[in-house]
């Protein structure tokens, strides 16, 4: 235990019990963790630790003073889940290490707040060790030998295993929900535990917001586990833009997921996230400004965007509005006999 | 010889977890032993040694499974050291929800995983909250927010331990728990530790084998519910 926690256990004894709830409100959540029983509001933490009953604390697998230690380190933690509430990183940079066959990848990949980046490659060519990469903040400790810098500083190695420090925010390809709340509810929870301030207001633009993304709106009070594919998808990107503080997206093949992939990206990088999106989707690969090619577990190329590709995003977003035009036909159950205008 | 307790709810994906583990472990040219316990029937020594891990399973039987950890956990000490393992697993069957035998200065992991509903890390007792490590897994297959909740759900329930996400198909953050795992202090005898917390207090007339219910059938240390 350190000296700090030391001095703010001291402390912590003295404090009447209803002070530290109004302090420290999720202290609440410690004794719903803990099973413990309600609190005189007039006694201090010490004399309502010391009036349980030696019984009760066997009954729940603890010691007294191991049960005040864990509440100064729990307030602890919670503290830091509200600092990383304004956790900002402006730049990552992935300093090569070497593919499969030990061949040195002489790169150096840097990565902007408000960029897009796309990993290309075949299935196993190693797109995800470089996600995992960046997630676990490599310092030459994984099997491709890559580390990686946040703003160009080598980060604390207890960022690791902080929750409240996590760089990255991962949307994987499945999307589905185990939790029996409404969309407002699980939200509002979302929120909730990562002690985001004015609540009420962030939880309706994230449900706004993902209203706007989804193919099909749907409302704040059906249940999170009625969400179609594409719903459940809008829900999250909207989520993870405003709710986590995570300046890191990692998006894994969100192709064909019923969204507006563009605005979906859009909404990211306003909020100044760095997005790194795994695909293969060529309207998508083209949104970032640029692009990964994995080989052999390796980065075998960075390549930029190019003008050239730039102009050939208009046709392919003509294309991609087109098949969403037929879409839209089948699904009001119309017949396709007349296409839709490709010019549009 | 680092020595690792490995408890969980049944199906949570101790086996797999460890497994994973194991491979990083080994890819690094290490030696690793497993000794899994169960209660009633077990085909995870074949799978252990499938994967290269040399391992051992103990059935409990009629025993409580946490206690029967307990009474063997030297002799499989001694089993591991006669091999000279540079790490040694000891799986419980994570049966019930309050004991898992986490021994002082030995490193505890618990694996829980996504699935379980967030109010589970309070239902679970000291197995969870008095973990060094929480490993949780399942989560390729819930939302990045259920994983969020779900994990500050975990950290309420043990603020002091480090809390990681594992895939235990995918084998994701496996090489991360290995690197943590290693921190773990070299352990030459386990004689004369304590556990981390008590097991549940015996004897009731149950716990003899009795099968009859009602008042004049029951001895022992007995308690009520309070129904109020």
Redesign the interface.
Known sequence: MRTTDIAVGYCLRNVRMDLLFEEHPYVRDFFDANGLPPADPCVRVEEYFSEMSPVFLEDIGFDREGLIDRLVTFIERMEDVKKGQNLSVKKVTVLGGKDKNGVPEDVRLEMKAGEIVCIVGPTGSGKSRLLADIEWMAQGDTPTGRRILIDDEKPLRKWRFSLEHKLVAQLSQNMNFVMDLSVREFVSMHAESRMVPDRRERVRTVIEQANVLAGESFSPDIPVTALSGGQSRALMIADTAFLSSSPIVLIDEIENAGINRKRAMDLLVRRDKIVLVATHDPLLALMGSQRISIRNGGIDKILQTSKEENEHMKTLEKLDGFLNRCREVLRNGESLEVLPDFSL | MKVITVSGPPSSGKTSVVLKAAWEMK?DGLSVGAVKFDCLSTGDRKLYERNGVDARTGLSGSLCPDHFFVSNVEECLSWGMERSFDVLFLESAGLCN?CSPHIQGVTAVCVID??M??NT??KI??ML??ADIVVITK????????R??F???V???N??G???HVGGI?G??A??LV??LMEGEEIESISGRSLR??MP?ALCSYCLGETRIGKEHQMGSVRKICLE
Not at chain 2, 139 to 146: L, N, P, R
């Open positions: 890819s309050r996504n699935l509903g967030v890390p309070k007792g000291p909250k008095l989560g390729d297959i819930v939302s990045q927010a259920e969020e909740i994990a500050l759900k950290r309420q329930a603020p002091g480090s809390v990681l995918s994701q953050g090489c991360e690197s943590l917390f008590a207090s």
